[in-house]
């Protein structure tokens, strides 16, 4: 059975991207404004259930 269209779109703009993703995560542990505002919402949802990642748009709009 063939892969739905959209799954493959969905694999191929991930995989685009995953390198400078990674990237950008190795960065988080040298920037502390970073590091404040990723502690601040993981306490505020802490013991809240779930949390989704719908995603944007890359940040600093690269």
């Known amino acids: 059975m063939a892969e739905p269209d ?3 779109r969905t694999r191929t703009s991930y995989d685009a991207l ?3 993703y990674a990237t950008w995560v190795r960065e988080l542990a040298t920037s502390p404004w970073d590091d404040a505002v990723l502690g601040v919402f993981a306490r505020h ?3 809240r259930g779930r949390v989704l990642d719908a995603g944007c748009a890359s940040r ?3």
Do not use: I, K, P, Y
Request: hydrophobic residues 40%; negative net charge.
């Open 18 to 20: 995953a390198d400078e």
């Open 6 to 8: 959209f799954l493959t």
């Open 60 to 62: 600093s709009g690269r």
């Open 45 to 47: 949802v802490a013991g």
